[in-house]
């Protein structure tokens, strides 16, 4: 120890003890000799391996070495030392995570900064106690010169915690040191999630087995477990996926496709199971099936996606994430094969049968009985090995069957059976699949129904998703008892809670036995739905329990989708355009992103019915195009969004309403994404001009986006006089996300002001509103905002701190703008905390980030924080270029920030130099803020 510190090309170890926290809060005593122990031991071995301690990290240590092969002679030698040790036995052991990572770095004043060590950190952080990880590049400079016995094994590539680039990450192993670890913590979705049910999985070992072993041979990515309704697929599929997730270290994730309506919405479904949320600041740059994909290429996962079968036209996603996500495999349950190049099949049959009292459909049929009340006796054993090799093993039919022995005998049952299937007769072997029992259990237990039973669930089945027992009384008269007996013979399922749901394939003979009645019953069932909506149309605009509102008409959507597209075919006109403005305040609140797929569906099925410029005529296809696009605008979807409102705009020019504004709303946001601010003014300008009547939402997106584009324009007093009566308008309908949206605009207009102790109270108070909404993705823009004014403020520590937390919500969701955004505003503490290092650090990650996903504004963001770094580090005529390219850049927001630090630099250099900075391309000045 006390050697020099290398440079040039240097290998970084950091090191540090897994569950320190605990150990500390339990055992002070006890730690406190521990870590001296733990620092002698990593110090000796540095040393002894020629390398040098930078520094104590607190429960670890930061060295470097001037070689990857020194590096990992440490670690090993560190490892196997502290296995070695004899620890007080109230710890028992001090289990230590390490990591190696080389790269090029320069000592300064006794440390180092920079991307590399960032990286180190991160990729240590992935592993585990008695772990030790080796980077790509380590792993490269380690080639040929590994210490005696030890190898490297990968562990495949990897996204870590902020950082663009993912890497590929190795493992050191080595005799006498633990091989064996839990997958790397770097996934960033959420953790593996397979439903539990609520009845117990009984058998199909084999066919586990079967599974496990097809989906472990190299070419095998995508396997279809093909089957007919009732054969067992899901509860298979997720066994099986629950075993490779168990025994491969793969996160294993469940998607259920059962109610997705259309191919189109299947990667949102998949979205919302890994916890993922589509970042609406990219989408018209990146779509959702893009930005989803680029989620699962970094992980190692078994995807189960469940009820394929409706949806087998966008099998063609399941193609495009097996060739971009190496590493997941995907399991499907489906009647219909997915007919894709990359599909391998395993045909589902029925239980085992063979081994007749003690095979698994006896097995299920007892368990089963059991649960029912129904009464076995020993004799019983034989009879049940007949009726479950009657009914071909299937599980369904022998659900159903079991259903019955509370009132008749096994005997009596499977005599039933024989006489109403006689297509099972005598020996399964020479008999059609197709044929053998999933038509036949139904018939069968159809056949078994009361008329009243069988009406009921008729009618039930026009539910197309999950209901509640007040929906099923209201739309279908079926009541609680009603329910609990056709539950018992399982023709309705629970569905969580409070919700009940019938299986597809049921549902299907279901409406074909309502023949007649069937129009009728769609009507009822949208008729319910849509009341509902429209209902809570004044909680959704200022009701107490508004995100509460929302939330439940949320779970509600599977049906209330389907309803709202008979209202707009069979409601008279004005009925049909309430329920679509009522829509618009739904998705105001609960998602942007699916109020443009949903109105635009709408809008889609009046145009289908009446034409390009039929539709032009109607009000129910204005409203819902129109809406859709308020909503698209605010992706950036510039062209598409101005092409439309202005073909839109005419045929509002001869309507009365509000209309017009919200048509106008649309455009002047487009426009000014465009940089076209003129233009957006004069939109919003005629929008305000055309009224906007008494509609509060109207009011508060045109005030939002009417504030901003004259703020945008250099008039903050005027911006602030409107989002002060947005505000106002808000509070009079008691709109609480409006009020929210406007208070941060507020903020921005007094962080402009200079009054920022008035800016924070404002955005503190935004951001409790999205604290409890649960909306992550606004609160991270409230502590992005935090960090801004804190740092106007001077207050450098505590804007770290906003962007930092501000960057863990953004990181939570996967938000990328935000997480580039973050990085920018902890870059611009830094520089005011004097750490140039870690200021380029970050400025450096959130460029990479923002050029990634094409993020062109964010960047010049983070051209600007580059420009105050090279003069702190006293490269103040790159600077003065940098900068002056900055005040240049078309359409910057950033121009004036970057025109005042360039003033601070008036004394470097001359207009010469100022002209060659402002004629630089953006590529040149990228490469000048990465260069060191």
């Known amino acids: 120890m006390g050697q020099t510190l290398p440079s040039g090309t240097v290998t970084f170890l950091f090191t540090d ?40 990290t607190g429960d670890g240590v930061f060295a470097a070495f001037p070689s990857a092969a020194a590096a990992a002679d440490a670690a090993v030698l560190a490892q196997r030392r502290l296995v070695e040790f004899e620890w007080d036995p109230v710890i028992d052991t001090i289990a230590v995570r390490m990591a190696l990572h080389t790269d090029q770095a320069e000592a300064k004043g006794g440390d180092y900064h920079g991307s590399a060590v960032n990286r180190t950190a991160r990729i240590e952080a992935a592993g585990h106690g008695g772990q030790i990880l080796v980077s790509d590049a380590t792993a490269q400079a380690l080639a040929g010169s590994l210490p005696a016995g030890t190898e490297l094994s990968d562990l495949g590539t990897h996204s870590l915690r902020g950082l663009s680039r993912p890497e590929v990450i190795h493992q050191l192993n080595s005799p006498g040191l633990r091989t064996s670890f839990p997958p790397l913590r770097t996934t960033s979705v959420a953790a593996g999630i397979l439903p539990e049910f609520a009845t117990s999985f009984v058998g199909r070992s084999s066919d586990i087995e079967a599974i496990v072993s097809q989906l472990a041979a190299p070419d095998c990515r995508v396997l279809t477990v093909l089957g007919p309704g009732g054969i067992g697929k899901t509860r298979l599929a997720v066994e099986a996926a629950r075993r490779i997730g168990d025994t491969a270290g793969a996160v294993a994730h469940f998607v259920p496709l059962v109610s997705v309506p259309t191919p189109d919405a299947i990667v949102g479904e998949i979205a919302e ?8 600041h990219l989408s018209s740059m990146i779509d959702e099936v893009t930005q989803v994909i680029d989620l699962l290429r970094k992980q190692r996962m078994i995807l189960v996606l469940d009820n394929f079968e409706h949806l087998v036209g966008g099998a063609a996603l399941v193609t495009r994430i097996v060739e971009s ?66 009914l071909g093993g299937m599980p369904l039919a022998i659900e159903l069957a079991a259903a019955w022995t509370p009132m008749i005998s096994v005997a009596e049952i499977t005599a039933e059976v024989q006489d109403s299937l006689d297509i099972l007769a005598g020996s399964l072997s020479d008999v059609p699949e197709r044929h053998r029992s999933v038509k036949a259990a139904f018939d069968h237990s159809w056949s078994r129904l009361e008329r009243p039973l069988q009406e009921s669930f008729a009618r039930l089945a026009v ?43 049921l549902r299907e003979l279901g409406l074909e036995a309502l023949g007649d009645q069937r129009e009728e019953m769609a009507g009822r069932h949208a008729a319910y739905y849509v009341s509902r909506l429209l209902e809570r149309s004044d909680d959704l605009i200022g009701g107490a329990d508004q995100i509460g509102v929302k939330d439940e008409l949320v779970t509600e959507l599977g049906n209330l989708r389907p309803a709202t597209v008979w209202a707009v075919h069979h409601l008279p006109t004005g009925e049909a355009v309430r329920v679509i403005t009522t829509l618009n305040e739904f998705y105001f609140l609960a998602s942007w992103g699916q109020g443009v797929d949903h109105l635009g569906a709408l809008a889609d099925e009046v145009e289908a019915a009446l034409g390009p410029e039929g539709a032009l005529d109607d009000d129910r296809y204005l409203w819902a195009k129109t809406l859709a696009l308020v909503f698209l605008s605010q992706f950036g979807n510039v062209d598409e969004v101005v092409t439309q409102s202005e073909r839109l705009v005419p045929a509002w020019e001869l309507r009365d309403g509000t209309g017009l504004a919200w048509s106008l709303t649309a455009l002047g946001v487009a426009l000014d994404e465009a940089g076209q601010l003129d233009r957006a003014r004069a939109a919003l300008d005629r929008a305000l ?6 509609d509060g939402l109207l009011k508060i997106q045109h005030r939002a986006w009417h504030g901003w584009v004259i703020i945008e324009q250099g008039d903050i007093e005027h911006a602030q006089e409107i989002w002060r009566q947005g505000l106002a308008e808000a509070e009079e309908i008691n709109h609480n996300s409006g009020r929210a949206y406007l208070l941060s605009k507020l903020g921005v207009a007094a962080d402009q002001l200079g009054n920022h102790e008035e800016a924070a109270r404002l955005h503190t108070e935004s951001r409790e509103f999205f604290v409890k909404a649960g909306d992550l993705g606004g609160e ?21 701190q906003y962007g930092q937390e501000g960057l863990a919500r953004f990181d939570d969701i996967n938000h990328r703008w935000g ?35 094409g993020m062109q504004v964010v960047a010049y963001y983070a051209l600007l924080g580059m420009g105050r770094v090279l003069a702190m580090e006293g490269r103040r005529e790159d600077a003065v270029r940098l900068l002056a390219h900055n005040v240049n850049a078309a359409q910057n927001p950033y121009a ?37």
Request: proline fraction near 2%.
């Open 17 to 56: 003890i897994q569950g320190s926290t605990e150990l500390w809060d339990a055992f002070p005593h006890e730690m406190r000799e521990a870590l001296v122990a733990h620092d002698e031991i990593i110090g000796v071995a540095v040393d002894e391996s020629g390398g040098a301690v930078v520094k104590s």
């Open 273 to 280: 199971s890994l916890n993922f949320t589509v970042d609406l």
């Open 819 to 853: 997480v580039a955004t973050s990085w920018c505003r902890i870059g611009l503490a830094e520089v005011g905390l004097g750490d140039a290092d870690a200021a380029r650090t970050s400025f450096l990650t959130g460029m990479q980030l923002a050029l990634d996903n």
């Open 325 to 390: 996500a190496p590493e997941v495999d995907i399991i499907v349950t489906s009647r219909e094969r997915l007919a894709i190049g990359s599909e391998w099949v395993y045909d589902l049959g029925g239980m085992d049968t063979s081994d007749r009292g003690r095979s698994d459909a006896v097995a299920l049929f007892v368990e089963r009985a059991q649960k029912a009340g129904g009464v076995l006796t020993q004799d019983s054993t034989e009879e049940v090995a007949v009726l479950c090799h009657t």
């Open 780 to 800: 991270g823009y409230t502590l992005s905002r935090l960090s801004w004014t804190h740092n106007s403020m001077g207050e450098y520590a505590k804007a770290r």
């Open 896 to 932: 004036e920030l970057a025109r005042v630090a360039l003033d601070e630099l008036a004394d470097v250099g001359g207009d010469e130099l100022r002209t060659s900075g402002a004629g630089m391309r953006n590529e040149e000045a990228i490469a000048l803020a990465r260069s060191e």
């Open 689 to 694: 001009d055309e009224g906007l009547g008494d």
């Open 463 to 505: 539910f197309p998703a999950p209901f509640t027992r007040e929906a099923a009384a209201a739309v279908a008269d079926t009541r609680l008892p009603t329910l609990h007996a056709l539950m018992s013979k399982s023709l309705v399922r629970r569905a969580e809670l409070d919700t009940f749901d019938v299986h597809p394939l």
